[in-house]
């Protein structure tokens, strides 16, 4: 493939993406599921001559979808105001988060225990369980905008909880082999955590500190660029990377919080902050978005589309995906206790899926022969065609006429008047009603 050929094929799929946007905001369909669609048509009509699976190996998926991660995660943090009154949905969006992935993972080993051949270890199953359990910030946080108050924010929190957490505990299990026992092991996690936090706290601190301080009209790729030096550092001393880049941008958004006292008052300036802090969040959301779109490309042009027609893939992703809504169901009633919709359909698979699933081929002892790759594409499809309809319930529509009124010259005339109905103000009243910030 010549150099001009690939510019224009990267510029129409950043174009497409672009309209994908479009229709997901008016439709709640994740951009993600046509993104990996498009990657998955690249793959099966672009001509052999352009060697487009040159493209779609998993060396550039791995460093697309890490680099995308962080900006993600960021983004998210961005968007986080903090104050006292929001330490309960802090909290309980933790415990969702971290009792979820615990009890979801159990489950979903002992299915691929029992339903997959040659799974015959239950210590492997839970290595490809965890990755299965792990919610998607990739997709929740782009499509939670039509949620209101404290609904959007516990589901922000929710899934980069859940992304850090198992990260976390996948490579936490990857590592037990290596140990010599238990007590080293709960020494191992115990000083990691520790360790992480302490890191998180202070890079936090003397980035935003630094980073109001910086004269040059050239200092955000800088900075995340710091945070990406950071994040891979971390990875590399197998600390919890992305609770760094989470603390930097709570930090950066809620100064006012942080920096407070005669000492730390003193370090930080809220008229320079403001200013760059809106450059930045802009700069984020976009190079999420260019991020994101490559990503789930690449991803759809590395599945294999037969396995979804395989009855033996239907049934196990089947199994998994009832257990997985139905240990969420069991965990909100818990902790958060009621008001939990549209959260608990909201827990679609998706980037940190891909890459720790993609992972375990370089660790063999692990390898489980017979698990099929469809599995993966099968749970990220259902989780986040869940969700898409769950939200457009949630704001009072039918999907059936969300979906047609997306379609050129389709009108929905409930009324027979011939003309197109509106419901804004319906819709915004029934979203305001079913908020009652219960957590």
């Not at 990260?167 to 290596?178: P, S």
């Not at 059936?400 to 011939?418: E, F, Y």
């Amino acid at each position: 493939m010549d150099t001009y050929t690939l510019i224009i094929g990267i510029s129409g799929i950043i174009i497409v993406s672009f309209f994908f946007n479009i229709f997901a905001k008016k439709t709640n369909i994740p951009s993600v599921l046509m993104l990996i669609a498009l990657g998955a048509v690249i793959k099966e009509f672009t001509p052999e001559k352009f060697n487009a699976d040159v493209y779609a190996n998993l060396g550039t998926l791995e460093i697309i979808g890490k680099v995308g991660l962080v900006m993600i995660v960021l983004e998210a943090a961005l968007d986080l105001k903090l104050s006292m009154d929001k330490k309960k949905l802090i909290i309980n969006s933790l415990l969702v988060a971290f009792f979820g992935l615990v009890i979801s993972s159990g489950a979903i080993a002992a299915l691929i225990y029992y339903l997959v051949p040659q799974a015959d270890s239950f210590y492997n199953c839970l290595v490809y369980a965890v990755p299965l359990s792990i919610m998607s910030s990739a997709i929740i946080i782009p499509s939670v905008g039509g949620l209101t108050g404290e609904k959007k924010e516990f589901m922000v929190y929710e899934s980069t909880f859940s992304d850090i957490f198992g990260i976390m505990i996948f490579y936490f299990l990857i590592g037990v082999e290596e140990s010599d026992g238990i007590k080293d092991i709960a020494l191992s996690v115990g000083l990691n955590l520790v360790v992480t936090i302490v890191v998180s706290i202070v890079s936090a601190y003397l980035m935003v500190y630094i980073f109001q301080r910086l004269t040059s009209q050239v200092k955000l790729f800088l900075v995340i660029s710091l945070l990406m030096l950071m994040y891979a550092l971390g990875a590399k001393l197998h600390l919890s990377a992305l609770l760094i880049i989470l603390a930097f941008g709570l930090v950066l958004n809620n100064s006012k919080i942080f920096f407070r006292g005669n000492f730390l008052g003193k370090l930080v300036n809220e008229d320079k902050v403001k200013p760059i802090m809106h450059d930045f969040h802009i700069l984020t959301l976009e190079s999420a978005f260019v991020i994101r779109t490559f990503f789930f490309v690449l991803f759809g042009m590395f599945i294999t589309i037969d396995s979804i027609f395989n009855l033996n893939v239907a049934i196990v992703s089947a199994a998994i995906i009832a257990s997985l809504f139905v240990m969420r169901f069991i965990v909100l009633k818990i902790i958060v206790k009621r008001d939990f919709v549209p959260q608990l359909y909201i827990a679609p698979r998706g980037l940190i899926t891909i890459l720790l699933f993609f992972a375990i081929p370089a660790h063999p002892e692990f390898v489980i022969k017979d698990f099929d790759p469809g599995i993966l594409l099968f749970v990220i499809l259902i989780t986040s065609l869940v969700m898409t309809w769950a939200l457009i319930v949630y704001r009072g529509e039918k999907v059936a006429d969300v979906l047609l009124s997306s379609l050129p010259n389709r009108k929905i005339d409930k009324d027979g008047d011939g003309v197109d109905d509106t419901h804004a103000k319906e819709i915004e009243d029934n979203v305001e009603n079913q908020d009652f910030n219960q957590f």
